[in-house]
């Protein structure tokens, strides 16, 4: 039976840690306990925490749908239904999703193992990619390295009504179907979350990759290209000089470039984002950010990032509190509305080694 996509299927509204309500009020966040936190988006504050599953997925309809591992295959994911509400009830556990038997499924997207999420209040599907090469110590022979290699890939359906489970082939992605022209461009590098990517991405009814121009004064440029016909749309300059670091919001839609620190000091510094709509191509905002700020959100008029400081160790144990850190800015004034910790550790260098 083959899978016909449901065009009323939709993106999550991706946080860092996790997602929000379409209306951006409430976010659901993996915390530090293997858990999920429920917060308020507009002051900080928690609603709830719990324990029955780890990473949050979608929200729909007073509900929301997170995973979790099997405790005891690897290869196994469940879909959970938690009620929205104060009391945070387990509404619904899926049938098992079960993978080939080489795949360890993480519910945080890696190299090894990863996926993508769309859903509405009646179905959930799950697009995933699995990996596996060998990683012992010596250089193996090449028997053993075809026997440790494997790739899949497929497409869970999952009906969040009933918990009912099907598991379909890969669908055929937009972007493949685009002329050569497309995929000849020689796209330049950015962040996306935690991880480096390249080439191009769906940014809505667009697609659109960055493209670095080296000379006398290199420019970095976003081009775009309009859903079905790929004819080239836009093509707008986003920085010009060397060590620009781009990074690219979950949902495609918005573009963050800064120019990276070339003195050790001003790695501890603030510096500024240029924020451009990827739809238009145009500037939007400027923001203050931190260095280090990652997983980049937007979410109405306001930007979520982490931040993860480690302060210098001190005292004669060499202990320090490392802090992963939530921060919300409105994109209009720059204003730091609300900052929260969300995972704390105390940590200490070993001792120096004497002979």
Known sequence: MSYEPNSALVRPTIIPRGVADSEGRRGYLANADAGISAFDLKTGDLFWTTDAATQPAFVAEGQLAALKRDGQRANVLLVVMLEVDDQCKVALISEPIVFPDWVTVTTVPNEDFSFEVWGNANELK????AHARYRGGAAPSLQIQQQATHDASGVARVNVQTGWVEMLPPEEQVVRQFPKRLEEVDTASFKRGTRWDTGSWIAGEKVAALVFEDGEEPVLILKTWRLPAAEEETAAAVGRGRRLVPEVTPDGQYLFVYRKAISEGQRHEATRWQVFSVATGGLIASLTLERGAQEL???????????????????ATKTGVYRSILKTREMVSNKLLWERTLRERRASRPPRFRQ
Not at 126 to 129: A, D, G, I, N, V
Not at 297 to 315: D, Q
């Open 126 to 129: 799950l697009q995933w990619e």
């Open 297 to 315: 959100c937007v979410v109405g008029n306001r930007v979520l990032y982490i931040v993860e400081e480690s302060p210098a160790v001190t005292g």
